[in-house]
Nanobody, 125 residues
């Protein structure tokens, strides 16, 4: 299992970014996948999760209405569209995968079996 997150960068408050997570080495479309983020000095925070089919999603309260998770199983990729970014969204963003296709209550890191390296998102005020 190899997860590779990309797309981070520096953006002004109110701007947008799109993160990608590429998966290689496993059957991509069968299990739930999620995004977490970790700001300096803080615990890893749940952002979103999407089912294997892409039909079910769930978001953390802090990003609900601003972020959208999606996936393209034909491309073995998951995405996180982030709009109306705020300085408090600054963090390293991680993608992760579960060993099964259940999205709830997978809102803590211990529910995930595979992790990619993070990509840094910095939002300036």
């Amino acid at each position: 299992v190899q997860l590779q997150a990309s797309g981070g960068g520096l953006v002004q408050a109110g701007g947008s970014l799109r993160l990608s997570c590429a998966d290689s080495g496993r059957t991509f479309s069968t299990t739930a996948m999620g995004w977490f983020r970790q700001a300096p000095g803080k615990e890893r925070e749940f952002v979103s999760i999407i089912s294997g089919s892409g039909l079910s999603t769930y978001y953390g309260d802090s990003v609900k209405g601003r972020f959208t998770v999606s996936r393209d199983n034909a491309k073995n990729a998951m995405y996180l569209q982030m709009n109306n970014l705020k300085p408090e969204d600054t963090a390293v963003y991680y993608c992760a995968a579960r060993a099964r296709d259940i999205i709830l209550p997978a809102t803590t890191p211990d529910h995930y079996d595979f992790w990619g390296q993070g990509t840094l998102v910095t939002v300036s005020s």
